[in-house]
């Protein structure tokens, strides 16, 4: 009979105390004489409870999926190794059709090993397709918590829809991430995580911290991996991994702040050492495949994911082979942004891209990225102020990119997008510059998790960059997540909002919803929510968005 959550955390409790007193002697007893027991090496311990950082599954195919586990009986141990024994252990795994594993339909062991801080990656095959699946694991007689997954649709269907939600900047020390929690109530079946999943700074002290990072800023591989089972400890992300599979990208703050390429953000001779260990703590700690195992400061992120004839996502990385930003980063007015020989993808993985494009065969074409895509130009005047960061300060990138799915007629393209710290919505152009422009896609941006703090309502078109760029749809600086529905005639979305991140149990509400009507680029407004005047503050919106997408003051 499977053992409950319930024993599980008892047996773990009860190996918790062998192991606290495992390693020392103990003295002889006075009125007996008997000698002190031998200390037990810390290599032959029992095992306490090791699923703390709870399970996962991700890039799911027709085949079958990823699933992860980390070992760590002590997640925040300042040697990044969890507390564990240096040694191996056998990590048992199941899938199962059914949530009470009376159908096991696979089973098999996998090695947890000390150099990959005992994490492990299975790579399933052979399940069905469109089918949703439960799993869980074994280790030394503890067992996981049971999650749900889903394996993508045979890739010549067409599915009726497909539940996505996409989320980004997740600052563990300002806020607390219900947001997960409310995306895993949203019954999803696909998660994408477009960037900042954890933070590198060192703890901070402030009003607006309702909890602190453990460690220093993270530079070393033990840091990294302290930092990741910090993250991975709280209830609310363990919910939403827990709940569909994800696919996941990283952009600046699992490395450090706006880094790009090999450029860090602050002379450092050490960064690609720095580099390297992150991305190993990345891979260790997320549910990626084998193809993604980083050798040394490189990794290969950008890939695809298939959903049947319904949706092809391209998996972007817009951080490793960029070029440094111009003009020294920033809102800048910067004539180097428009250099024809700049890129922010480098040029291997747009050809990746371009070719994509032309051999889709999908309804919706989906670039989950990083930065902002459209313009947006913050100067009401003649002068354009734009962020150096963003696709802005890569004007030839964008606009080859763009026109590659306007040349391979790409039938329904839209940009998911992460980073700001706000909702947005865009119509995409070839022109921004002219407002004649026609529309030939669409761009999507999620707020944060938590990065910025509780942040504020405001009535819809009241920010002074939608007057100035009237490409520009909707913004909102309530932290939340994005939630859609796409189908093979539409795509709707939600923009979620939270009315505060400061305290935990926060609801969740729609603040605005859109459409995408197949062949028809372009954003529709189906329903905007005013605003609560207790969540409205007078501020300038101006500063306060560049403030609180970059830290700068």
């Given at each position: 009979m499977a053992l409950s959550r319930r024993t599980v955390l008892l047996s773990g409790a009860a190996l918790g105390a062998v192991g606290a007193t495992g390693g020392r002697s103990t003295p002889a007893d006075a009125a007996d004489g008997r000698p002190a027991r031998p200390a037990v090496p810390a290599r032959h311990r029992p095992l306490v409870w090791p699923f703390t950082l709870g399970v996962a599954s991700g890039d799911p195919d027709h085949q079958g999926v990823v699933l992860w586990t980390r070992l760590a009986p002590q997640p925040l141990a300042e040697d990044g190794l969890g507390g564990m024994p240096g040694r191996t252990v056998e990590v048992q795994w199941e899938v199962a059709a059914d949530a009470l594993f009376r159908h096991v339909v696979q089973r098999g062991t996998q090695t947890a090993r000390p150099e990959a801080a005992h994490s492990v990656h299975v790579e399933l095959t052979g399940l069905l397709?469109?089918?949703?699946?439960?799993?869980?694991?074994?280790?030394?007689?503890?067992?996981?918590?049971?999650?749900?997954?889903?394996?993508a649709p045979d890739p010549a269907s067409l599915p009726t829809a497909l539940a996505m939600g996409f989320v980004s900047c997740s600052h563990y020390e300002q806020g607390y991430f219900t947001a997960y929690r409310r995306l895993a109530e949203s019954a999803p079946e696909l998660i994408l995580h477009l960037g900042d999943y954890q933070y590198e700074y060192a703890r901070e002290y402030g009003p607006d911290r309702p909890r602190g990072h453990e460690g220093p800023e993270t530079r070393t591989l033990a840091n990294y991996r302290q930092r990741h089972a910090q993250y991975k400890t709280d209830p609310d992300l363990q919910a939403a991994h827990a709940a569909a599979p994800w696919a996941?990208?990283?952009?600046?703050?699992?490395?450090?702040?706006?880094?790009?390429?090999?450029?860090?953000?602050?002379?450092?001779?050490?960064?690609?050492?720095?580099?390297?260990?992150?991305?190993?703590?990345?891979?260790?700690?997320?549910?990626?495949?084998?193809?993604?195992?980083?050798?040394?400061?490189?990794?290969?992120?950008?890939r695809r994911l298939r959903w049947g004839r319904l949706a092809t996502f391209h998996l972007l990385d817009t951080r490793?082979?960029?070029?440094?930003?111009?003009?020294g980063d920033g809102y800048r007015d910067c004539p180097a942004a428009a250099d024809p020989g700049r890129t922010i993808t480098g040029t291997a993985q747009e050809q990746w891209l371009l070719d994509g494009f032309r051999r889709s065969d999908t309804r919706w074409d989906l670039l989950a990225q990083q930065v902002f895509f459209a313009a947006r130009d913050r100067d009401p005047g003649p002068t354009r102020l734009t962020s150096m960061d963003a696709w802005d300060g890569y004007l030839a990138s964008r606009d080859r990119i763009t026109r590659g799915w306007v040349a391979a007629g790409v039938r329904n393209p839209v940009v998911l997008t992460g980073d700001v710290h706000a909702h947005w919505a865009a119509d995409l152009k070839l022109d921004y510059l002219d407002p004649a422009a026609r529309t030939v896609g669409t761009e999507l941006v999620c707020s944060s998790v938590t990065s910025g703090g509780d942040g504020f309502d405001s009535a819809s078109g009241s920010h002074p960059w939608l007057r100035t760029n009237p490409h520009l749809r909707f913004q909102n600086d309530l932290r939340g997540f994005v939630r859609t529905t796409i189908t093979p005639a539409q795509l709707s979305a939600d923009f979620m909002v939270l009315p505060y991140v400061s305290r935990a149990g926060a609801p969740a509400y729609p603040r605005a919803s859109f459409v995408v009507e197949d062949r028809v680029p372009g954003l529709h407004q189906t329903y905007d929510r005013p605003p609560s005047t207790a969540r409205v503050r007078p501020v300038d919106r101006d500063r306060y968005t560049v403030e609180t997408e970059t830290g700068l003051r």
């Open positions: 397709p469109g089918r949703e699946y439960f799993y869980r694991f074994r280790a030394e007689g503890h067992l996981s918590p049971t999650a749900r997954t889903r394996t996941v990208i990283f952009d600046d703050h699992e490395v450090e702040n706006n880094w790009a390429g090999a450029v860090p953000e602050e002379p450092d001779p050490d960064f690609l050492a720095r580099r390297a260990a992150a991305f190993q703590a990345y891979h260790e700690n997320m549910p990626l495949r084998r193809y993604s195992v980083p050798r040394g400061p490189d990794i290969a992120l950008y490793q082979y960029r070029d440094d930003q111009a003009c």
